[in-house]
Structure formats: C-alpha cells, structure tokens
C-alpha cells in the first residue's frame, strides 16, 4: 500500500508486559508514515507478565482489538491477516522466536508486513545477547543516538548486518514542560519493581522518602508505584513497596500513588529514582531529576548508565536541598529532546517504513542466529515457544492447529494462574529459605 494514500494503514503489535505493550502501541503509533489513519490490533502473549486489565487501562493506550495469545496463535493469525506494519514488543528470546516463526509462516511470500521491533527503554545490560536476539527484523528502533552507534557496532562486530538499525526517540515522551514550582512543592519517588532486590535496600529507600518528608512538612512526597500486589510488570516485584510500609507510621504529607506516569509528572517539582526510565520521562519535560547513588553507582542498579548526566545525588543532598542540574549534552544523546525536535525523531523510521511498503517486493526475514550460526543455542529459544530449529510449530504446541476448546480454555486459566502465583508467591520464598 503505497504510504501516501488515504486507506487505512493495519498495524499488529506483540507485547508481553504492561511497559512493553506501552512502547510498542506508542511506536506504531509515532512510526506511521505520514497521512495513514491506523487501525491498530493488539497481541498479548500469555506468560507470568501479561497485562491486567487495571494495568492496560493506567498505559492509557487503546487498541481497536486486543487479545491474549500463544505464540502459535500468533503465528497462525500472522498467516492469514494483511497487516502493513507489525511492531514486535517482547524479550529478546521472544523477539527471536517471532522472527524464525513468520520467516516460515511468510515463505515464499513477495509482500509481508514490515517488521519493526526494539527496546523500552534504557538498555544497560546484556546489549550483545539482546541485540542480536533482535537481528533479522527490517527496523531495530535505537532510543538514541548514543544507542544507535552501540547497536551498530555490535552487528558490525560479528559480521551482521546493520542497516536495520534506526534512531528513533522514546515513544512515551511528551506532555507540558516545566514552568516552576507548584504549591505545595511535589518529591515524587519513582520505585521500580526489581531494583534494589533485596527486602533491606528496599526498606532503607523507602525510610528515606519518609524522612525527606518528615523533614520537608511543607513538601508533599509521593511513592509511585509500578503495580499491584499480585500483578506482573516488565519485571517481578518479589517485595512490593505496599507491603513494606504496612506498620510504618507515615507523615501525612507521604502517600503512595498508582496511574500514568505523565499524569503524576505534571504535578512534580522533584523527580527522584534509582534508574527509572521514568527519569528520562522528566528529563524531557526539564522537571529537576535525581539518580540515587544511596547503594552506589553500580551496573546491577542501572544507575551507572546516569554516569555524566549530572542527576546523580542522595537522599542526605536531598533532604539539605540539593537542586540537580542536568548536563545538556549528556541528555541530547540519550534522546531526551527537550529542545523541541522530538516530532522530527522518528521521521527516518517513517521514511524507511514508507520505501518498505511501497517497495514491489521485500526481502525474507534474516536472523543472525540460525541452526547453523548457533546450533547450542537458537533451538532452546524457539522450544520455549514451541517451535521447532526451523520455526514450525512442535507437535502438541498449543493451539498449533485449532482453537481450542470450552474446557481447555477453563484449564489454561486454571494452569496461568497457578503458574503466576508460584512465580510471584511461592518462588520467592523458597529464594529466601535458601539464603538462610
């Protein structure tokens, strides 16, 4: 379909978390090219992280459809639906899988979608193993320039190809920038789920928040939590702040919040975080931003990417009030645009979009791994979603030939639930019995 026209412009995306199923709706969405109305269809693939309803509703995405599938089920309606563009928001293994699977669904094929994958947000850890997880799709989205020319070297590196990779900006930038200060002055504590991992970290950050507002009476101190108890991010959340402070006696100038994160921003004076994308959400918007170095600056944190970004303090700064000043370079190559150019970030993905798409013929999908580039790894991938070393369905693959039925669907919840309750209950605890 030729991009200039007025018809509707289909569009798929894959996601299998809350935050992934944010970027990848929002990057269809910005990555359109110009004068396509989109009817977007959402996939989520089932696994511990698949989207609660509360959650899909706080994104504050919508979809013309939406549904949970398995791998197989996507792949099987990949075969058959004419999509333009199809975003692929998943792990690196899950990315990978997909491209094997639609390589053999889309066999022989001179038209297919243009597939378009990428990361949600900071990426400090595992670059290689998650870049090349992420080779063979015709667009790998960098958030930034500084990531751009890292992913480029890595595929330059081992000899694959790198023209997919496109620099882009984060999807979720936006909204009102700062003016000042409001009334009363707002510390906002963005939590995360898995960073720090432990109970005593956890508890030391959110003692802090509570003596920062013991000690500001006249601030108003905000936790902003990622989810529920119960409820699956990006991330497990094996000590979920709500449970922390149960006993604590809280300032009445401290509560905890949930929603968009942009709509909580818009009320921020001080933006505070471990290592948070959230911090280049507010970056973007010249709200003041602090990376804690409380537990040091340390790769396991994620904090050591703020390195140069002059954000970086501690609560003891903090509570004597330390005002952070973000060095204006370091922020241009991380993509946070406040300069005002973030609508021109994704025209060179709109560009390539629209040669793609109005192209005669397309290229067949051409991973870097194949059986014979990683023979002891690529097929342990695929297995995890039923694929077989050539991407076809393995026998007994669910769904791999029918929708199943009545009662199959009764057991698959049944089996889901289960299985998310031992991931999030009952692991845990057989962690911590062991570190006794």
């Not at 269809?28 to 693939?45: F, T």
């Not at 769904?399 to 889901?416: F, L, M, S, T």
């Amino acid at each position: 379909m030729p991009a200039s026209a007025t018809q509707t412009l289909r569009v798929a995306v894959l996601a299998d978390s809350d935050t992934r199923w944010k970027w990848g709706s929002l990057t269809a969405n910005r990555i359109a090219p110009p004068n396509s109305d989109i009817s977007l269809d959402g996939y989520l693939l089932r696994g511990r992280a698949t989207p609660t309803a509360r959650q899909l509703k706080e994104v504050g995405v919508t979809a013309d459809s939406l549904r949970e599938v398995t791998a197989v089920e996507f792949l099987r309606a990949m075969e058959t639906e004419p999509y333009d563009i199809l975003v692929l928001s998943l792990v690196g293994g899950g990315v990978q899988a997909m491209l094997h699977g639609l390589a053999r669904a889309w066999d022989g094929r001179s038209k297919r979608p243009v597939v378009v994958t990428g990361y949600v947000g900071v990426v400090y850890e595992k670059l290689t193993d998650g870049l090349l997880l992420r080779h063979g799709a015709d667009l790998v989205l960098a958030n930034s320039r500084q990531d751009a020319d890292r992913f480029k070297a890595v595929y330059d590196g081992v000899g694959a190809d790198s023209t997919a990779v496109t620099e882009v900006a984060l999807p979720f930038l936006g909204g009102a920038a700062y003016t000042g200060e409001h009334d009363p002055y707002t510390v906002v504590f963005a939590v995360q789920p898995s960073v720090p991992d432990n109970r005593r970290d956890r508890d030391y950050l959110l003692n802090r928040a509570i003596q920062h507002a013991r000690f500001h009476p006249h601030r108003e101190v905000l936790l902003k939590l990622r989810s529920k108890p119960g409820e699956h991010t990006t991330h497990i959340e094996e000590l979920p702040y709500q449970k922390l402070v149960q006993g604590k006696e809280l300032p009445a100038n401290f509560s905890l919040v949930y929603g968009h994160m942009g709509d909580v921003l818009d009320r921020t004076d001080l933006l505070v975080t471990i290592s948070s994308t959230a911090a280049l959400e507010s970056l973007h918007r010249r709200i003041p931003t602090v990376v804690l170095t409380d537990l040091g600056i340390r790769e396991g944190l994620g904090n050591h990417h703020f390195v140069g970004s002059g954000c970086l303090a501690s609560w003891d700064q903090l509570d004597a009030g330390y005002k952070p000043v973000p060095d204006a370079e370091w922020v241009a190559r991380q993509g946070v645009m406040a300069d005002g150019s973030y609508e021109t970030a994704f025209d060179a993905a709109r560009e390539r979009i629209t040669k793609l798409l109005d192209g005669d013929e397309m290229a067949p999908l051409n991973p870097y791994y194949t059986p014979e580039t990683a023979p002891g790894y690529l097929p342990g991938i695929l297995a995890r979603h039923h694929l077989g070393p050539d991407g076809t369905p393995l026998p007994g693959a669910p769904a791999a030939d029918k929708e199943p039925g009545p009662v199959r669907q009764i057991v698959r919840r049944a089996a889901r639930g289960a299985y998310r309750h031992g991931v999030q209950r009952v692991a845990p605890v057989i962690r911590r019995m062991g570190e006794l």
